[in-house]
T-cell receptor
Framework: QKEVEQDPGPLSVPEGAIVSLNCTYSNSAFQYFMWYRQYSRKGPELLMYTYSSGNKEDGRFTAQVDKSSKYISLFIRDSQPSDSATYLCATVVLGQKLVFGQGTRLTINP | DGGITQSPKYLFRKEGQNVTLSCEQNLNHDAMYWYRQDPGQGLRLIYYSQIVNDFQKGDIAEGYSVSREKKESFPLTVTSAQKNPTAFYLC?????????????FGPGTRLTVT
């Protein structure tokens, strides 16, 4: 079983919609969860990370962790065409390295 | 400007040749990482280094080698032993105190081997 699993999509939504991106993880000992955004042919950039469970909000982006179901989510409100990118979830393993999900390709249609 | 540079952006090689990818950072970060990205597979860790003159294998180190002689530089050599070298290679760095938490990525090098 992979440590982090993510539906690769693609996901296409109209501008202004609320987007929900999701990952599952395998080990209940994982504590830190990250979301990265990657534009085509570029390196990923860190959007936010959360510790343990609960929500974290940054502008239009909200990250949520549900430890009981080992489920992590990223919500994007009022989505914009500039949000079109691949979104990668990740978790820290053994305190030293990141393990990534496969990434979900998102397109916001004007 | 502070950041991570990777060169070249595109690299083409013939099968059987070794090739070295460059990664330089001026963020004064202690830790540096190399990842490989293939379509539909996310990022996979090749090697990482937390201090100069020390590095550890990641999940897919076979066919690759690295060195860390300077804090700013972490070159990756793709050897002829790597069976499927064509991929997008990403270098990252982070402050030692942050560990793996806040990694900053370079723009990547797309390697094509034919």
């Amino acid at each position: 079983q992979k440590e982090v699993e993510q539906d690769p999509g693609p996901l296409s939504v109209p501008e202004g919609a609320i987007v929900s991106l999701n990952c599952t993880y395998s080990n209940s000992a994982f504590q830190y969860f990250m979301w990265y955004r990657q534009y085509s042919r570029k390196g990923p950039e860190l959007l936010m990370y959360t510790y343990s469970s609960g929500n974290k909000e940054d502008g239009r982006f909200t990250a949520q962790v549900d430890k009981s179901s080992k489920y992590i989510s990223l919500f994007i409100r009022d989505s914009q065409p500039s949000d079109s990118a691949t979104y990668l979830c990740a978790t820290v393993v053994l305190g030293q390295k990141l393990v990534f999900g496969q990434g979900t390709r998102l397109t916001i249609n004007p | 400007d502070g950041g991570i540079t990777q060169s070249p952006k595109y690299l083409f090689r013939k099968e059987g040749q070794n090739v070295t990818l460059s990664c330089e950072q001026n963020l004064n970060h202690d830790a540096m990482y190399w990842y490989r990205q293939d379509p539909g597979q996310g990022l996979r860790l090749i090697y990482y280094s937390q201090i100069v003159n020390d590095f550890q294998k990641g999940d897919i180190a076979e066919g690759y080698s690295v060195s860390r002689e300077k804090k700013e530089s972490f070159p990756l050599t793709v050897t002829s032993a790597q069976k499927n070298p064509t991929a997008f290679y990403l270098c990252a760095s982070s402050l030692s105190g942050q560990g793996a938490l806040e990694q900053y990525f370079g723009p990547g090098t797309r390697l094509t081997v034919t």
